[in-house]
């Protein structure tokens, strides 16, 4: 991990196109400003957190589970005179 100290209006470059600037800094806080071309993903590291979470938990079909999904699109088809 790189760890830099930075005062407020000074910022950190990486790469080519993203810039963080700081912007505030009041008590135990520091806010920060971020320029990064519209198609960065950038999210709170929490946010990140749950949303690689909820991927693998997306990912971990039970077999039980596409069975049963199975059954009901085949007992669909035939309802509708789909074989």
Excluded: C
């Excluded at 910022?11 to 800094?25: A, F, H, L």
């Excluded at 806010?31 to 946010?47: C, F, N, S």
């Excluded at 979470?53 to 789909?82: F, H, P, Y």
């Amino acid at each position: 991990m790189l760890v830099l100290t930075r005062k407020l209006g000074e910022g950190i470059v990486i790469g080519d196109d993203v810039t963080i600037t700081i912007v505030e800094m009041k008590g135990g806080n520091v806010r920060i400003g971020i320029e990064a071309p519209r198609d960065k993903k950038i999210h709170r590291q929490e946010v990140y957190n749950r949303i690689v979470e909820e991927n693998r938990e997306a990912a971990q079909w039970n077999m039980t589970d596409l069975d049963t999904i199975s059954d009901n699109l085949t007992v669909r088809k035939k309802k509708n005179g789909k074989n």
